[in-house]
Each structure stands twice: as structure tokens, then as C-alpha cells.
């Protein structure tokens, strides 16, 4: 009697800790965050982040067109298309990265063509690239965690 009433409580503890697991992670929330700023430090915790010249540099904008920096903590299929403005006239990073930051915990998959195709650059966690290799720099389109 006393064992089946300890693994009922046993049972019921483990569904409230996945409860609150499950809770936890539909509360996180995807973001995109534009023009982050200079410098490695301004790239938030759990974001990758992209500058569109070395060194961590934001850039000014082309032909009000572009931004010269960006994070997110998403996937993102095609940065041609990410949009700050409701006017629709960013064209987002498309083709301008430098420079970028891994602020997570998991890898990062950049690649030359939008919807990951092409030629793919991985980085791995926390790691900091203030130089992207030439092959590469200008041309990533698309990231994504793997």
C-alpha cells in the first residue's frame, strides 16, 4: 500500500515537472532585433548576430536599403526579406555579412543561397568571427541552428 502510494506521488510530481517544462519552453518567443550596434557586445545572449562590415562594425545603410546589422534567435530562410520597417523598402542583409557572432549554445549554419542552399560556413557555439572568410563574405543569405 505504502509503495503504490509513493510512485502515485512519484507520478504526479513527474507530470507537474513536465508541465512545466512544456510551459517553459511555448512561453519562449522568436525576435528578430535590427541596427544591434558596434561591437561583439551588443549582440544579446541566445541571438546570432550579423554585422555587414568586419570587425563587428554596423554599417551604414545602402541606398536606404539595407541594414547594417542584425540578431535573431531563429532560423532565417531568407534575409532578403527580413523587414524593419512596414514601408517594405529593407532589403534586410542579404549578401552584406562580414562579420558574426554565435551567442547560443548550439551551432550555426550560414549559407551562400536563401533556404539554406549553396555554400554553407559553421560555427559553433560562442564563437566570434570578426573576419567571415573571403569565400563567404558578402554572400550569406540564409542561417539556421544545426
Known amino acids: 500500500m505504502k509503495l503504490s502510494r509513493n510512485l502515485a506521488k512519484l507520478g504526479l510530481s513527474a507530470a507537474a515537472a513536465v508541465g512545466l517544462i512544456v510551459t ?3 512561453s519562449a518567443s ?5 541596427d544591434i550596434g558596434h561591437g561583439a557586445g551588443s549582440c544579446p545572449d541566445g541571438y546570432v548576430c550579423l554585422w555587414s562590415e568586419a570587425n563587428f562594425i554596423r554599417g551604414g545603410t545602402i541606398n536606404d536599403a539595407k541594414f547594417g546589422s542584425f540578431a535573431s534567435n531563429q532560423n532565417t530562410g531568407d534575409m532578403g526579406k527580413l523587414q524593419k520597417r512596414d514601408s517594405g523598402g529593407d532589403k534586410g542583409m542579404q549578401d552584406i555579412t562580414s562579420s558574426v557572432l554565435n551567442n547560443t549554445g548550439s551551432s550555426i549554419c550560414f549559407y551562400e543561397h536563401n533556404w539554406y542552399g549553396g555554400l554553407e560556413f559553421k560555427i559553433g557555439p560562442g564563437e566570434h568571427w570578426p573576419y ?8 550569406i543569405s540564409s542561417f539556421k541552428f544545426c
Not at 132 to 139: A, L, M, Q, T, V
Open 132 to 139: 567571415i572568410p573571403s569565400w563567404i563574405n558578402d554572400r
Open 24 to 26: 517553459g519552453a511555448t
Open 30 to 34: 522568436a525576435t528578430n532585433v535590427y
